[in-house]
């Protein structure tokens, strides 16, 4: 196979950190559990994409990663296969409150992150629950009430449920912060500022956004540590 540089150069990878692991360039080399491999396979998915490459083998050093790449090259697998690979490990019970959470700009997305979730994540048996603003909170927060591994949700919507003390926060070590750019655009910095405070510190953080702007430098900085950066391609600020 090709070495990890070759792999790099040709796919435009540059990454920025300590000891960065070399990319998992195929299916096989991700030790991957069976159950996951079983729907990446299923999928039809040839090999991962240049940023699951390179992103995989640093979360799944439990790293904080900032990972930058455009629309449509994969970013969901990316933090989610490392999530769920977290939640097995974890152990915690679903019911005192999600351990992986992932906030997103829009309704649209969220769902579209539920939809891969549940897809991935079916033989793994993991629960998730999607929350977003638009739509009545009572169904909201019944299936949280029936406990939720993975929470996906907007930062308004989930705000609102924190606020009525009816989600608890304390069980999360996984957060991703997806399409941080948009999210920061729709101006919902302080909303995502309210809702770290009540994650642990002990946690891994992530974040994955197509632009790399001063404004998401700047969240970047606040609420990850030590963050390994891979970027693909030319990074637009
Ligand atoms: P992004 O978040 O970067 O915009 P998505 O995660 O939404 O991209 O992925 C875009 C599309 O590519 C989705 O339909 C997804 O199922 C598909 N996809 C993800 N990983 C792979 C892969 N390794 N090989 C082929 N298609 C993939
Ligand atoms: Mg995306």
Redesign the pocket.
């Known amino acids: 196979g090709m070495s990890g540089e070759a792999y790099r150069r040709r796919h435009e990878i540059t990454v920025t950190g300590d000891e960065v692991p070399p990319p998992l360039t195929s ?1 096989e080399t991700t030790g991957f559990p069976s159950e996951i491999l079983k729907e ?1 396979l299923n ?7 240049p ?2 490459a390179q992103s995989w083998p640093i979360a799944l050093q439990s790293r904080d990663i900032v990972a930058v ?10 933090y989610l296969i490392p999530g769920f690979i977290h939640l097995k490990r974890s152990c915690n019970d679903p019911r005192l409150g999600p351990t992986v959470l992932v906030l997103s700009p829009t309704r649209e997305l969220a769902t ?2 539920q939809v ?1 979730a549940v897809k991935f994540g079916k033989s793994s048996r993991f629960s998730c629950t999607c929350l977003y603003g638009g739509a009545p909170k009572g169904p909201q927060l019944k299936e949280l009430d029936r406990g939720a591994d993975i929470v996906v949700a907007t930062p308004g919507r989930l705000n609102d449920i924190l606020e009525m003390r009816r989600v608890s926060l304390s069980q999360v070590s996984y957060l991703v912060l ?2 941080a750019d948009r999210m920061l655009d729709m101006g919902f910095e302080p909303q995502i500022r309210k809702i770290v405070k009540e994650v642990p510190a002990r946690r891994q953080t992530l974040m ?1 956004t ?1 632009t790399w702007p001063k404004e998401v430098r700047k969240i970047a900085a606040d609420l990850l540590v030590n963050p390994v950066q891979v970027n693909i391609g030319n990074v637009d600020e």
């Open positions: 299916f990446v999928a039809g998915f040839s090999a991962p994409t940023i699951q790449a455009k629309t449509g090259s994969g970013k969901t697998l990316g579209q992150i891969e997806d399409e994955y197509a």
